[in-house]
């Protein structure tokens, strides 16, 4: 083995904190939880992803030759990856003023553009995103506190999401769940 293969696999030795997960319980519920809500954050994220694509099409379309011209600094909407870069960016609320600003100067329109992308995008979906982890962690510390008390926790179809608990034959809603476990 070459030396810089050796250096590469000692790096990923890191991984091996990893296992940490497996012997701290908060750290494997957090998990547990995740992995429970992987089909509403694929659902999510293919909404992102279409609402960025669609943004993407209209601004390569409205302002791509504007670097060509000379009217920006930055070649932010030439080309779609370009576009795609570039509302990743502004995603990310990565200096989307100063990028909305130069355009701006040329559309004085495009302002609403940028801000409905914004509250679209980093306001909106993102805080989709941490209602759906919020609610898996709601929903797992809620199953929790009701295996504490004795009751027998069914999920529903797999899913990992607990519809109603049982206690000898008394079913209990979740809102029965919250007022007996609070």
Not at 14 to 37: D, K
Request: include cysteine.
């Amino acid at each position: 083995l070459d030396i810089h293969q050796v250096h590469l696999l000692k790096a990923f030795r890191v991984f091996r904190a990893l296992r940490l997960i497996s012997r701290v319980e908060i750290l494997r519920n957090i998990v547990v939880a995740l992995f429970s809500i992987i089909p509403q954050l694929t659902a999510i994220f293919f909404l992102l992803m279409l609402v960025i694509y669609i943004y993407a099409v209209m601004f390569t379309q409205l302002f791509k030759d504007m670097y060509e011209k000379g009217q920006t600094s930055t070649d932010f909407f030439g080309r779609i990856d370009y576009t795609f870069f570039t509302l990743f960016q502004i995603l990310c609320l990565d200096e989307w003023a100063s990028v909305s600003r130069e355009v701006m100067v040329v559309y004085k329109w495009s302002w609403v553009l940028f801000m409905i992308f914004v509250v679209m995008t980093a306001f909106v979906v993102v805080n989709l995103l941490i209602a759906v982890i919020c609610d898996a962690v709601h929903v797992l510390r809620t199953a929790e506190r009701a295996m504490l008390l004795g009751y027998d926790v069914q999920l529903d179809g797999g899913d990992k999401i607990p519809k109603h608990i049982v206690r000898n034959v008394e079913v209990l809603t979740d809102e029965q769940i919250e007022k007996k476990v609070n």
